[in-house]
């Protein structure tokens, strides 16, 4: 659970923007769509590489 502290001059926009910051960064949601479906280790790690060598084909060569 996230806990916000409000300080006494801040405004009640300023601290939700805070929370929204926060909870962002914390990658629940993230976590969750994860969770929902199981993906076996080996698929994990696939994709993973996949998407590695896409990002290196892609973008990684601009130092020409």
Request: proline share 2%; hydrophobic share 35%.
């Amino acid at each position: 659970m996230l806990i916000i502290n409000i300080k006494d001059d801040e405004s009640i926009d300023r601290a939700l923007k805070r929370y929204k910051r926060k909870f962002q960064s914390v990658g629940l949601v993230k976590e969750l769509r994860s969770r929902k479906h199981f993906i076996k280790p080996s698929v994990q790690r696939r994709n993973e590489i996949l998407s590695a060598a896409y990002r290196l084909d892609k973008f990684g060569s601009q130092l020409d």
